[in-house]
């Protein structure tokens, strides 16, 4: 079973910076795809940004420019640096390690780290 947790979320202005983070507990990060997601109250899981396994990245078109996600594999270690934050990035957000193998897939998912960002 793999286990995944985040970290670095917190309280931020405005404009400024945070830096999340996502552990996971067995060494996954070179086969799975990986992404940060979004959630909201009363809103549906959003998607931020993703990496794959080979490095590529796509970003939602809310935080292009802005947040920029990377993996080191040798930590087992996923990375969102969220730059001039906005309160409209204010929610929880969730890492995701996701692997489709055949007809069977792999779908993992953190507790979630909430990150507020005051106007």
């Known amino acids: 079973q793999v286990q995944l947790v985040e970290s670095g979320g917190g309280l931020v202005q405005a404009g400024g910076s945070l830096r999340l983070s996502c552990a996971a507990s067995v060494r996954i990060f070179s086969i799975y795809h990986l992404g940060w997601y979004r959630q909201t109250p009363g809103k549906q899981r959003e998607l931020v940004a993703t990496i794959t396994s080979g490095g590529a990245t796509n970003y939602a078109d809310s935080v292009k420019g802005r947040f920029t996600i990377s993996k080191d594999n040798a930590k087992n270690t996923v990375y969102l640096q969220m730059n001039s934050l906005k309160p409209e990035d204010t929610a929880v957000y969730y890492c995701?390690?996701?692997?489709?193998?055949?007809?069977?897939?792999?779908?993992?998912w953190g507790q979630g780290t909430q990150v507020t960002v005051s106007s």
């Open positions: 995701n390690a996701y692997r489709l193998d055949g007809m069977r897939s792999y779908d993992y």
